[in-house]
T-cell receptor, first 112, second 110 residues
Framework: KAGVTQTPRYLIKTRGQQVTLSCSPI?????VSWYQQTPGQGLQFLFE???????NKGNFPGRFSGRQFSNSRSEMNVSTLELGDSALYLC???????????FGPGTRLTVL | GQSLEQPSEVTAVEGAIVQINCTYQ??????LSWYQQHDGGAPTFLSY????GLEETGRFSSFLSRSDSYGYLLLQELQMKDSASYFC???????????FGTGTQLKVEL
């Protein structure tokens, strides 16, 4: 069974631009969560989608948004990029009722 | 909100046993998970405790005491490949939101 895939793997943007990251969960997994990982703040929860609905949301500004499609694939968008948005963005999927989350390799975003 | 504390770094020798502690504060509790992350890699699931006691999975065991808001990960027969960061993570509400601890970098030496 294929794992969680994320595209692109690396991205360089400049301040003020916007970016869209994509995540394809493991087949059959309907829950997709997004996390931001930085050396200073560690792993922080962004949001979770389940059956195309946002089920949980972390403490990030409204510049961070996401969505989930009917095939469970998910995208997250960051608008008006700031230098502090430079991070590894991780996507994780899980099967309903299962406590194990499967993480993708991440997208390394650098904002210049 | 939730917060979790872990030691920032632990060093041990190959073949030894090491314990990584995690204390947490939360207003609600569903369970405590542990994840391993190698440099440049993705976090991978190790274990989950919802109830008090010890869960064993091969060389790794995880313990939870809900009354003490405390858990630990025990790694036995340490191998060089166990050198990685280890995170405890709290599930405290519906859905799959995880609140992660600060992470413990484990260095295994010869």
């Amino acid at each position: 069974k294929a794992g969680v895939t994320q595209t692109p793997r690396y991205l360089i943007k400049t301040r003020g631009q916007q970016v869209t990251l994509s995540c394809s969960p493991i087949s059959g997994h309907r829950s997709v969560s997004w996390y931001q990982q930085t050396p200073g703040q560690g792993l922080q929860f962004l949001f979770e989608y389940f059956s195309e609905t946002q089920r949980n949301k972390g403490n990030f500004p409204g510049r961070f948004s996401g969505r989930q499609f009917s095939n469970s694939r998910s995208e997250m968008n960051v608008s008006t990029l700031e230098l502090g948005d430079s991070a590894l963005y991780l996507c994780a999927s899980s099967f309903q009722g299962n406590n194990e989350q499967f993480f993708g390799p991440g997208t390394r975003l650098t904002v210049l | 909100g939730q917060s979790l504390e872990q030691p920032s770094e632990v060093t041990a020798v190959e073949g030894a046993i090491v314990q990584i502690n995690c204390t947490y504060q939360t207003s609600g509790f569903y369970g405590l998970s542990w994840y391993q992350q190698h440099d440049g890699g993705a976090p991978t699931f190790l274990s989950y405790n919802a109830l008090d006691g010890l869960e064993e999975t091969g060389r790794f065991s995880s313990f939870l005491s809900r009354s003490d808001s405390y858990g630990y990960l025990l790694l036995q027969e340490l191998q060089m490949k166990d050198s990685a960061s280890y995170f405890c993570a709290l599930s405290a509400g519906g859905g799959n939101k995880l609140t992660f601890g600060t992470g413990t970098q484990l260095k295994v030496e010869l």
